[in-house]
């Protein structure tokens, strides 16, 4: 594994050649692209919407939280709507996504990304050449689960964050000067399974009980065919933000295509771990910087 030594202005310039000169530009995108954008799940972001559940259970960031046992289903969806409301229906403070929506739009593209907030939809990039492969925070799902259905959850979220005292303006919530914010939200808002009656879950990849429904199946379906029309072609593997939690999902594939097709390159931005194998040194560009930087210099 190796960082490449190039100077900085020219991979700017072999990167925006590889995308005017790509058939196709594949985008892989981790966390690490949303955290670029502006969802920070710690810090004053968090301090801000999680100030009351910071102080009783001393949670420091938003995952954490996620995380805890708590005792009533009340409790647990007043965490969880406002988490979900903050990073999957509010914009993300930047626009980078816009940004690189406006790069790729007019190239056969298609994205590959772990994340579950969304952005690329709300950015304009085209649903239909999107792959979602953890999940949704806009989707709800049996909690057991009893069958292979999701459901969007946009109003009842809206509604359970509403309930705790907060404000909507313009899509952003807002805390009112005045008046207790609630940690609970009311026993007839807990979300139930239409089928069995037990509480609903997130569609989240988090254990086995991650629902795949037809949705998942035919973009899983659609980017395979992607790939196979497209692989004897100009590809570009752009991968955004991609870390070493879930690798095989993204950048492991990403390094093996770029390895095996005859006229395939590979860019890699992502700030701390940009590298690449020496195998596919000679196709790869990486840049060790915060995205938003370098797609502010690509465009």
């Not at 009533?72 to 990073?87: A, D, K, M």
């Not at 298609?110 to 492969?133: E, I, M, P, S, W």
């Not at 998942?216 to 991968?239: G, P, S």
């Not at 999902?249 to 295509?257: A, E, L, N, S, V």
């Amino acid at each position: 594994m190796k960082e490449s030594t190039e100077n900085y202005s020219d991979k700017i310039a072999e990167i925006k050649k590889k995308i005017n000169e790509a058939d196709a530009v594949i985008i892989g995108a981790g966390a690490g692209l949303s955290t670029s954008a502006g969802f920070i799940y710690s810090g004053e972001r968090f301090g801000k919407y999680f100030s009351d559940f910071a102080e009783k259970y001393g949670f420091s960031d938003m995952y954490s939280g996620g995380f805890y046992p708590y005792e009533t289903l009340e409790e647990h969806w007043g965490y969880w709507s406002r988490y979900i409301y903050v990073n999957r229906y509010m914009d993300a403070p930047k626009d980078l996504y816009e940004k690189i929506y406006n790069i790729v739009k007019d190239k056969d593209y298609f994205v590959l990304t772990t994340n579950v907030d969304h952005c690329f939809q709300k950015a304009g990039f085209d649903k239909d050449r999107l792959f979602y492969t953890q999940g949704d925070y806009g989707l709800f799902q049996c909690s057991k689960p009893c069958h292979k259905e999701t459901y969007g959850n946009g109003d009842i979220i809206k509604n359970m964050v509403l309930s705790q005292g907060f404000k909507i303006e313009n899509g952003e919530l807002i805390i009112p000067n005045e008046g207790e914010i609630k940690l609970s939200i009311p026993s007839d808002l807990i979300p139930h399974c239409p089928k069995c009656g037990r509480p609903m879950s997130m569609n989240l990849r988090a254990d086995n009980t991650f629902v795949e429904n037809s949705g998942w199946y035919e973009a899983a379906k659609r980017y395979e065919n992607f790939i196979k029309t497209h692989k004897h072609k100009k590809v570009l593997f752009l991968e955004l933000g991609v870390g070493y939690n879930t690798p095989g999902i993204i950048k492991y594939p990403f390094w093996q295509m770029t390895n095996t097709f005859p006229d395939a390159s590979y860019v890699c931005l992502n700030k701390g771990e940009a590298l690449v194998p020496d195998e596919i040194a000679d196709k790869s560009i990486c840049l060790n910087d915060d995205i938003y930087s370098v797609v502010e210099k690509l465009i």
